[in-house]
């Protein structure tokens, strides 16, 4: 007898039975309990169904935020599809790149994404309307069932990683559920017991809005998103809901603590407050620590489901810039170039092995097997464990910026300013901002560079949040390495101690 299989959908259902007028979702200040949802997806899997598709194929996602947003990626998981978003904020020739790798047999859109795909190829496809998805909010109770396999997969996230083109991170259902429970059963004794209720400010095209909004259905939590960040509405929500879990990147915790009534505020209710992207400035940690909230840094990426480990509060006062060693099924170790532990204290790669780690990247089996090396990820991170077991980021192997919990490749971003006519050579260095955390460098040199130009381009192939902030033209070539390749280290060490130029934007 074929053994059943442990799948997202099936998790739903249960919770729509076991906790059917429990809050699910809530975007804004529109929310689902379980039973609704669960009815909703039921209508929307059957149109899903009627479009053709099938166990294994994609459904891509290019929407801002809302509940028919998480309605449709759970009707697609219900079919047996494989849930394909990308940010919103994406261009076309972003969008074209991406659903040309994903090859969706749907897409899910809003009114602003539709428009926006006009101009790509990718109109083509067919389309799954957010209106169409309100339209069977109410109706004929319809169900649809298809038997899945714990181990295929139900979800591709983008994610910008180090190369010139982003890549696609898989995850099973049996990955995102072994996440889930590790992260908020095992560890459930932070929240002081009874139903996890999380909010997240990150999008639905990420990990740490999509996977966190799965986890929630797997554990029968209540997850709480917001269509556009509003700090007031945020702790409008942290306060009013008694909000127990919040996971976000230091830009929104500031601008949070810096709204008048937060000086007031009662959040004892918050007892899991992790910070992730950046490692957040003593002032802010402060902040909230007199309001009786603990921030603790986390570590994670993409292709480890999201978090990889969080600062236990016993640690996060006396160490705050540590980001703990993970929960009882994590493993994270340190090693040389040659693959060797290294002893404490001592700066190496960074390897994890842990429930929720991706199988792989799409269709890119040569990235796949040099990250995935004996179950262990190789993150590409430079970090540290001391004596204690508490991993400390040091620095990226991989280099991209950060900003605002986004990741920006510095490759696809030199990639792109190299199209530009008189741009001879490139290189984006992350440097320090106030709001973000890190904003894109760029320092070009060439016979003909003009700034416009290279704007006007980024423009038009990126993503507003991937603009360089700065740019600068050098008029000596830029200095490379020993093979021939930009030497990044002697730029940060040349600019290190000089002022930047004027801000592009």
């Not at 929307?44 to 479009?51: F, G, S, Y």
């Amino acid at each position: 007898m074929r053994a059943m299989a442990a799948t997202i959908d099936k998790a739903l259902r249960f919770w729509a039975r076991d906790r059917s007028e429990q809050t699910a979702i809530r975007v804004g200040d529109d929310s689902l309990g379980y039973a609704a949802l669960d009815a909703w997806v039921g209508r929307v899997a059957a149109r899903v169904d009627e479009a053709g598709i099938a166990p294994g194929d994609r459904v891509g996602f290019y929407a801002e935020t809302s509940l028919e947003w998480c309605v449709a990626a759970l009707a697609a998981i219900r079919c047996g599809a494989i849930v394909a978003p990308i940010n919103s904020r994406m261009v076309p020739a972003e969008v074209d790149y991406l659903f040309d790798q994903y090859a969706p047999g749907l897409i899910f859109v809003d009114d602003n994404g539709a428009e926006r795909l006009a101009g790509s190829a990718a109109a083509s496809a067919p389309q799954l309307r957010r209106g169409d998805v309100a339209a069977l909010r109410n109706g004929v109770a319809t169900d649809l069932e298809r038997e899945c396999d714990a181990d295929a997969p139900a979800a591709i996230i983008t994610t910008s990683g180090s190369t010139a083109r982003p890549k696609g991170v898989v995850y099973s259902h049996r990955v995102m559920i072994e996440y889930a429970w590790e992260e908020y059963v095992h560890n459930a004794p932070d929240i002081g017991g009874g139903v996890t209720k999380l909010l997240t400010a990150a999008p639905l095209s990420t990990a740490g809005g999509f996977n966190l909004m799965i986890h929630m259905i797997v554990i029968g939590g209540s997850v709480f998103l917001l269509e556009k960040f509003d700090p007031a509405q945020a702790l409008r929500l942290l306060l009013d809901h008694r909000i127990n879990t919040f996971r976000a990147a230091p830009i929104f915790f500031q601008r949070i603590a810096e709204l008048p009534e937060f000086a007031s505020a009662d959040l004892s209710c918050v007892r899991v407050a992790s910070i992730g992207g950046a490692a957040p400035p003593p002032w802010l940690q402060q902040a909230w620590w007199d309001r009786g909230v603990v921030l603790r840094q986390l570590y994670g990426q993409t292709e480890a489901g999201g978090g990889a480990c969080v600062n236990p509060v016993r640690f996060a006062k006396s160490h705050p810039d540590r980001c703990g060693f993970g929960g009882p099924f994590t493993e994270i170790a340190i090693v040389d170039d040659a693959g060797n532990r290294v002893p404490p204290n001592t700066p190496g790669q960074i390897i994890v092995r842990k429930p929720g780690i991706m199988t792989g990247y799409w269709r890119n089996p040569e990235a796949t097997k040099a990250a995935l090396v004996d179950g262990w990820l190789h993150t590409g991170d430079i970090g540290e464990v001391d004596e204690n077991g508490l991993l400390k980021m040091v620095d990226r192997m991989k280099d991209f910026i950060k900003s605002g919990g986004l990741n920006i490749s510095s490759a696809e971003l030199e990639r792109v300013i190299m199209e530009v006519d008189g741009v001879d050579e490139v290189a984006i260095l992350a440097v320090p901002d106030e709001h973000y955390g890190e904003t894109p460098f760029a320092i070009v040199h060439g016979p003909n560079c003009a700034i416009p130009a290279i704007l006007d381009h980024c423009r038009a192939q990126l993503s507003g949040f991937k603009l360089p902030r700065y740019i600068l033209v050098s008029p000596e070539p830029l200095p490379r390495l020993a093979m021939g390749k930009i030497s990044k280290p002697a730029l940060r060490e040349t600019y290190s101690n000089r002022p930047l130029p004027e801000p592009v934007r």
